[in-house]
């Protein structure tokens, strides 16, 4: 298994423009999260689906939305997009969601807004 | 709100000196807490959580509820241990489930 897999690996857009990241979970993990990491800090929460719904979300605003398929890959949305929305972009699965199971990460997503 | 800090950046010993990584966490529930790694060019990956109590690479750590710490130990550092390390906290209920709160990291440089 090739572990958590996100696409693309970097991505550069423009302020006022919309993104679409991608995220493959572990085979049978049925929850993912996205967390974003802006440089020099630790990650912080965006989301966590578990069985197609949302279970979890953190404090970020309404331009930040989510959706899990019925194979359990995801995609995080972003629209309007601000220079502040530059980051690396995580996705973590586990085989259930909230607090039962260790969260796997990928390797992330560079997104960068000129 | 649950923070997690971690007060030093850059943490700097020689191979075979002992480390401590110190983490302090505020949270009014009942903590969970792990420990988090990223080698270079890898991906950030679990190193131990507190509620298995086991030892991983020599790294142990403890949870200490009264100073509301989670410390990193190993006795003798090794050159492979080199890396950026992350405390973490689960959020076991509310609006914000099975969200990890990070602290900002610890560069660890072990010099040969």
Known sequence: DAGVTQSPTHLIKTRGQHVTLRCSPISGHKSVSWYQQVLGQGPQFIFQYYEKEERGRGNFPDRFSARQFPNYSSELNVNALLLGDSALYLCASSPEGGTKNEQFFGPGTRLTVL | ?112
Not at chain 2, 1 to 26: H, I
Not at chain 2, 57 to 65: E, M, S
Request: charged share 20%; with cysteine; glycine share 8%.
């Open chain 2, 1 to 112: 709100a649950q923070r997690v800090t971690q007060p030093e950046k850059l943490l700097s010993v020689f191979k075979g000196a002992p480390v401590e990584l110190k983490c302090n966490y505020s949270y009014s529930g009942s903590p969970e807490l792990f420990w988090y790694v990223q080698y270079s060019r890898q991906r950030l990956q679990l190193l131990l959580r507190h509620i298995s109590r086991e030892s991983i690479k020599g790294f142990t750590a403890d949870l200490n509820k009264g100073e509301t710490s989670f410390h990193l130990k190993k006795p003798f550092a090794q050159e492979e241990d080199s890396a950026m390390y992350y405390c973490a906290l689960l959020n076991a209920g509310g609006t914000s489930y099975g969200k990890l709160t990070f602290g900002q990291g610890t560069i660890l440089t072990v010099h040969p």
